[in-house]
């Protein structure tokens, strides 16, 4: 009997949420510009985590070089390594679901957009066009309900892939709710999407079964060759946890010794055996026995001046 415990590196909340069937989702953009939709929608794309970096407010002057403008351009990387420039925008920041800890909930009072499909797209080929960007990360509210949500995502893929012959990198988040087929078509066009808990449990127990009947095949030797007759592998008390990504895996040598740790690229945090300075350790400690020492005597001395 195996027990094992897997997480999925994925941050869908939408079975926390509660649908407000109270409120309707009509698309109203209060006629903004194409420029006003990006600022609106990219900012909301910010809570999206989902690359190394978000960004900067600092804009581009006469006589100098670069533009850090805070419009929709985010870092990820690629599968072979490299960190490459994204458009991150949502579809639409409408949405249909309640979720309290959202900055698009319905409930909230903030300017509200949409881009169609072929704004999208128009988006997406002149800034790469520029250089700006090699590719796109697109997420969305839930406009109208999932599925909906999901045919104009995918949609604007296809029309990215075979209208404008795009062949960049595409980053899409998948609407929890919507069908395997539409999910099945994200995953088609784009070269990388995220599901949630529910969708991606039957995939995690599957390679955590193969990794045990891989790791009993390697115990035995001795032999040219081994096939598994039948095998038998049940899992119980599985969860699933979600994590911050990106993690960075680190080592360092000092003083002759192997140190490997992991950090945390959203939050710094560090987990794993870090070297210490043990004359610096020493040190601190005294001063620390020394300063205790003195404060402890004061308050006695006080004690006996007062008589207490």
């Known amino acids: 009997m195996v027990s094992q415990t897997f997480v999925l590196f994925s941050l869908a909340f939408s079975n926390r949420c509660l649908y407000n ?8 953009n209060e006629n903004y510009s194409t420029q006003e939709k990006l600022q609106i929608l990219a900012d909301a ?29 985010c870092h990820s ?63 969305s509210g839930v406009l109208k309900n999932p599925t909906y ?25 998948t609407i929890p709710g919507a069908s395997d087929e539409l999910l099945a078509a994200a995953g088609y066009l784009a070269d990388r999407y995220d599901v949630d808990s529910e969708k991606s449990a039957p995939r995690a127990n599957e390679r955590v079964k193969k990794s045990v009947e891989r790791a009993f095949e390697e115990t035995v030797t001795g032999y040219a060759t081994v096939m598994t007759e039948n095998s038998s592998v049940q899992l119980r008390d599985g969860s699933a946890q979600y994590a911050l990504l990106p993690v960075w895996i680190l080592n360092t040598t000092w003083e002759g010794k192997h140190y490997l740790f992991a950090m945390n690229g959203q939050t710094g945090k560090f987990v794993g055996d870090l ?19 003195i404060v402890v005597y004061i308050l006695r001395l006080i004690l006996w001046m007062f008589g207490i």
């Open 21 to 28: 069937t109270n409120m309707t989702t009509s698309i109203v």
């Open 45 to 73: 794309a910010k809570y999206d985590v989902a690359c190394t970096s978000s960004g900067s407010s600092r804009r581009g002057k006469k006589g100098e070089l670069g533009n850090a403008e805070a419009c929709g351009i």
């Open 77 to 139: 990387f690629a599968a072979d390594g490299r960190c490459i420039s994204l458009l991150k925008i949502l579809m639409t920041n409408h949405c249909a679901y309640d979720c309290k800890y959202c900055i698009n909930r319905a409930s909230n009072d903030v300017r509200r957009a949409t881009f169609t499909p072929q704004e999208i797209c128009e988006l997406t080929v002149e800034f790469y066009k520029r250089n700006y960007i090699e590719g796109l990360f697109l997420s």
């Open 149 to 173: 949500t999901m045919e104009k995502m995918c949609e604007t893929l296809l029309l990215l892939r075979t209208r404008y012959h795009f062949n960049g990198y595409i980053h899409v988040k």
């Open 275 to 293: 070297p210490a300075d043990k004359n610096a350790a020493r040190k601190m400690t005294i001063k620390l026995t020394v300063i205790i020492t």
